[in-house]
């Protein structure tokens, strides 16, 4: 385990990487320090597996990772203690906590039946339109449409329609959360849910494991409210997500990687 008695679970788009860029050059100090004293960095995400993937070679990251807002937590096939039930698939061990796409793009279509052309599924989108959206590469776009656990969508509704849609949603047995760029669809999973589970698991060996969090949108919100060290990162212009406030929360002294890095910087030079 680490130098510190600690884990950090992290977003992202817009908390990691720059939310136009997708450079995590500004964080490199302190995922350098973070590395050197061997501090578990599990990355927890709305984006698939395969993104995921693409983004843990970039960082050089061998940890437990979230994928999809919390619909699966992927391990290694060399990690041994799994009290949960899991899978094996692909090279992991992988506890399923999220609804099954099939069954989501089911319940999607009664929402196009609902809402129109007001509301366009990442599933109805092809690669070009993704890539204009999000300014992914083509690569990083058809690893977005690989979807296992949540369909990510836009909405063009005022504040009305969109209360709305949410209680469509909710008639439907789902849930919905908003991320940097997308509505979610996704059933009973969040990453606060996965946090949990994961912490519980490295509790087992390490009773006094402190957990770190950051995060910069709602859909951040559950696994902020899971982590004793919630840190919140700003948005571009300066701005904190709305219907974010909890007694601990920290703030992060600027916008994604700037703000990550410096709000690591000082929980690291405290807690080794």
């Given at each position: 385990?680490?130098?510190?008695?600690?884990?950090?679970?992290?977003?992202?788009?817009?908390?990691l990487l720059d939310h136009n860029t997708y450079s995590f050059d500004a964080a490199?100090?302190?995922?350098?320090?973070?590395?050197?004293?061997?501090?578990?960095?599990?990355l927890c995400s709305s984006k698939t597996r395969a993104e995921i993937?693409?983004?843990?070679?970039?960082?050089?990251?061998n940890d437990p990772f979230i994928s999809e807002n919390g619909g699966a937590i992927f391990f290694t096939e060399t990690l041994n203690s799994i009290s949960e039930k899991y899978i094996e698939r692909k090279g992991y061990r992988i506890i399923e906590l999220g609804t099954p796409y099939s069954?989501?793009?089911a319940q999607f279509k009664t929402l196009k039946n609902r809402f129109g052309n007001r509301i366009r599924g990442l599933s109805?989108?092809?690669l070009d339109e993704v890539m204009y959206l999000t300014g992914l590469s083509k690569e990083e776009a058809a690893a977005a449409k690989e979807r296992e656990y949540t369909e990510p969508f836009v909405f063009d509704g005022d504040?009305?329609?969109e209360i709305e849609l949410e209680k469509n949603i909710r008639n439907l047995n789902l849930n919905l959360t908003k991320g940097g760029r997308f509505f979610h669809l996704l059933g009973d999973n969040d990453k606060g849910k996965a946090v949990n589970v994961i912490t519980e698991m490295y509790?087992?060996?390490?009773?006094?494991?402190?957990?770190?969090?950051?995060g910069d949108s709602f859909n951040d919100l559950p696994m902020l409210q899971a982590a004793d060290m919630p840190i919140l990162v700003q948005k571009p212009g300066g701005l904190y997500g709305r219907q974010i406030d909890l007694p601990n929360l920290s703030r992060a002294p600027g916008a994604g990687p700037i703000g990550w890095n410096k709000a690591l910087l000082m929980i690291l030079s405290d807690e080794i």
């Amino acid at each position: 385990m680490s130098k510190a008695n600690l884990i950090i679970f992290t977003d992202l788009d817009g908390t990691l990487l720059d939310h136009n860029t997708y450079s995590f050059d500004a964080a490199r100090e302190a995922m350098d320090r973070v590395k050197e004293a061997c501090i578990p960095l599990i990355l927890c995400s709305s984006k698939t597996r395969a993104e995921i993937e693409i983004w843990r070679e970039k960082l050089n990251n061998n940890d437990p990772f979230i994928s999809e807002n919390g619909g699966a937590i992927f391990f290694t096939e060399t990690l041994n203690s799994i009290s949960e039930k899991y899978i094996e698939r692909k090279g992991y061990r992988i506890i399923e906590l999220g609804t099954p796409y099939s069954e989501l793009i089911a319940q999607f279509k009664t929402l196009k039946n609902r809402f129109g052309n007001r509301i366009r599924g990442l599933s109805e989108m092809d690669l070009d339109e993704v890539m204009y959206l999000t300014g992914l590469s083509k690569e990083e776009a058809a690893a977005a449409k690989e979807r296992e656990y949540t369909e990510p969508f836009v909405f063009d509704g005022d504040e009305n329609e969109e209360i709305e849609l949410e209680k469509n949603i909710r008639n439907l047995n789902l849930n919905l959360t908003k991320g940097g760029r997308f509505f979610h669809l996704l059933g009973d999973n969040d990453k606060g849910k996965a946090v949990n589970v994961i912490t519980e698991m490295y509790k087992e060996t390490h009773p006094e494991l402190k957990t770190v969090a950051l995060g910069d949108s709602f859909n951040d919100l559950p696994m902020l409210q899971a982590a004793d060290m919630p840190i919140l990162v700003q948005k571009p212009g300066g701005l904190y997500g709305r219907q974010i406030d909890l007694p601990n929360l920290s703030r992060a002294p600027g916008a994604g990687p700037i703000g990550w890095n410096k709000a690591l910087l000082m929980i690291l030079s405290d807690e080794i």
